[in-house]
């Protein structure tokens, strides 16, 4: 089984920085891509960063230059910096995870999700 757990979420005044979490555990072989999407309101779920295995990272326009997302291989752990914040950025945010399973699954996981809120 793979658990992934999320955390750092919260109420952020505009222009507040949150950093968000989300830490893979259970029977992994390996990680490849790891990925923080978000869904806000009424709206479809979007992705807002991409990191590969090799460190390669890729954002939403909408992000860029606010938002920065890093890996820590050996926690299996993969963050999301959120600078400048604005109202638009609220929603719930997921992490994404594609591994392989130690019985060697490759598999896509999806965390609980985690609500940010931006508002004064």
């Known amino acids: 089984q793979v658990q992934l757990v999320e955390s750092g979420g919260g109420l952020v005044q505009p222009g507040g920085s949150l950093r968000l979490s989300c830490a893979a555990s259970g029977m992994i072989f390996s990680i490849d891509a790891m990925e923080w999407h978000r869904q806000a309101p009424g709206k479809q779920r979007e992705l807002v960063a991409a990191?590969?295995?090799?460190?390669?990272?890729n954002y939403a326009d909408s992000v860029k230059g606010r938002f920065t997302i890093s890996r820590d291989k050996a926690k299996m752990t993969v963050y999301l910096q959120m600078n400048g914040l604005r109202p638009e950025d609220t929603a719930v945010y997921y992490c994404?995870?594609?591994?392989?399973?130690?019985?060697?699954?490759?598999?896509?996981?999806w965390g609980q999700g985690t609500q940010v809120t931006v508002s004064s």
């Open positions: 994404n995870v594609r591994l392989t399973t130690l019985a060697g699954v490759y598999s896509n996981y």
């Open positions: 990191i590969t295995s090799g460190g390669s990272t």
